[in-house]
C-alpha cells in the first residue's frame, strides 16, 4: 500500500477500539478537515495502543506490573506515537510494523516518565500520586527499566533500523537527564547547557518517533532526514513551551500548580534569561532566582515579577524561532495530509503556550 491508503488494523480489533485516543484529540484541535486521514490516523493508534498493554502484563514483579499497567492504561497524549504514524505517511504506512513501532517510541516516553518520576522527587504529578511515592523508587525504577526492555524488544522484531534509532534514542535520553542532574559544568553557558539537555530530554524522541515512522515505511532518505529534523525543532520548542505554562497558565489549566518548577529550583529558559539579563527593572526578579528552589512566598513574589520581565518574551521568541525552524524543514516534503499535520502540530505549540 502506498501513502494514503489503510493501515491494517486486522489484529487490533479495528474500529471496535476507542476510537477517541488522547492523540486522536490532538488531531481535532489541529482542525485539519481531512476526514479520510484522520480515520486511517485514529485506527493506526488504537492498534499502536495493543502493542502497549502486552509489556504491562508479564512483568514478574506486581509493583512493576501494576506500575506499567497504569502507565499504558493512563493514557496521556500520546504525541509521540502520532508522530510515528505520521513519519509514515511519507512512506508506505501500510508496513508492517509501524504501529509496532509508534509503541516503541511510547513505551521509552513512559520509561522516562518513571525515572523522571524519582529524579524530581515530586509527591504528585498532574495531581496524582507520582509513581514513586505510590509504589516506592525502587520499584518505579524497575517499571522504567521494564519498559525499556520492552521497547527494545519491539525493536529487535522490526531490525537493525528501528534498534539504532531506539537505541541512539534511549542514550540520549539519559544523557539530557544526566546532564540535567549534574548542571552546567565549569565554563559552560547556563543557556547553551539548557538546550543540551533540552536536546536529549525532549527533541531526541520527538526525533525518533519521526525517523523510525518513516523508515519503517520505507521513506526515501531525504524525507527521513527532513522529517527527523522537524522533530528536533519541534522538541526545542516544545520544552520552552513548557517553561513558559509553568509560569503563565492559570491554575489547573495544565494539570500541574502553576509555578512548580519555578518552587523545585528547575532551570527553565525564562528563568535562566532573568538571571542573565542585565535590565534594572529585572533586579528584584535576579535576586529571587539566584539561590536555586525559593520558598513558596519568593515564588508567588516571582511570577509576579515574571509578568512585567523582559524574559518571558525572549523565551517565546526563542521557541518561535525554532518553529520556524521546524516549519522550514518541511518545505522538504511532498504536500500530503500528513504535512498539514505537522505545520498545525507547531501552531498548536505556539498557542499553547501564549
Not at 501494576?66 to 508506505?92: N, S, Y
Not at 544523557?175 to 539537555?197: A, K, M
Not at 532566582?289 to 526563542?318: C, H, I, M, P
Amino acid at each position: 500500500m502506498g501513502a494514503g491508503q489503510m493501515y491494517d488494523t486486522r489484529n487490533s480489533g479495528g474500529p471496535d477500539l476507542p476510537p477517541r485516543l488522547p492523540s486522536a484529540l490532538l488531531l481535532d484541535r489541529l482542525a485539519l478537515a481531512e476526514p479520510e486521514f484522520e480515520d486511517r490516523i485514529r485506527a493506526a493508534l488504537a492498534e499502536a495502543e495493543q502493542w502497549l498493554l502486552p509489556g504491562a502484563d508479564d512483568t514478574p514483579d506486581p509493583r512493576v506490573t501494576a506500575i506499567t499497567g497504569h502507565l499504558a492504561e493512563a493514557g496521556g497524549k500520546r504525541l509521540r506515537p502520532l508522530l510515528v504514524l505520521l513519519g509514515a505517511e511519507f512512506g508506505d504506512p501500510g508496513t508492517p510494523g509501524v504501529t509496532q513501532a509508534a509503541a516503541i517510541a511510547e513505551l521509552v516516553h513512559l520509561a522516562s516518565l518513571c525515572h523522571d518520576d524519582v529524579m524530581d522527587g515530586a509527591d504528585t504529578r498532574r495531581g496524582r500520586p507520582s509513581l514513586h511515592a505510590r509504589w516506592g523508587e525502587r520499584a518505579a525504577v524497575l517499571g522504567g527499566d521494564w519498559l525499556l526492555a520492552r521497547a527494545a524488544q519491539l525493536a529487535a522484531d522490526l531490525g537493525s533500523a528501528a534498534v539504532h534509532l531506539n537505541a541512539q534514542a534511549a542514550g540520549r535520553l539519559v544523557s539530557g537527564q544526566l546532564r540535567e542532574l549534574t548542571g552546567p559544568g565549569p565554563g559552560v553557558d547556563p543557556v547553551t547547557h539548557y538546550f543540551r539537555v533540552a536536546a536529549g530530554k525532549t527533541a531526541a524522541l520527538l526525533a525518533m518517533s519521526l525517523g523510525i515512522g518513516a523508515v519503517q515505511a520505507g521513506a526515501p532518505a531525504p524525507a527521513a532526514a527532513a522529517l527527523t529534523e522537524y522533530g528536533e525543532q519541534l522538541g526545542i520548542a516544545f520544552q520552552v513551551a513548557d517553561d513558559l505554562l509553568d509560569l503563565r497558565a492559570p491554575a489547573g489549566s495544565t494539570g500541574k500548580e502553576r509555578g512548580r518548577d519555578l518552587l523545585a529550583g528547575v532551570q527553565s529558559l525564562p528563568v535562566l534569561l532573568a538571571r542573565e539579563g542585565a535590565d534594572p527593572a529585572d533586579a528584584e526578579l535576579r535576586a529571587l532566582l539566584t539561590g536555586g528552589a525559593v520558598s513558596a512566598a519568593d515564588a508567588a513574589r516571582a511570577l509576579e515579577l515574571f509578568e512585567r520581565s523582559g524574559a518571558l518574551a525572549e523565551a517565546e521568541a526563542v521557541m518561535h524561532r525554532r518553529l520556524d525552524r521546524a516549519r522550514a524543514a518541511l518545505d522538504a516534503l511532498p504536500a500530503l495530509p500528513a504535512r498539514r499535520a505537522l505545520s498545525a502540530l507547531c501552531d498548536h505549540v505556539a498557542l499553547r503556550a501564549g
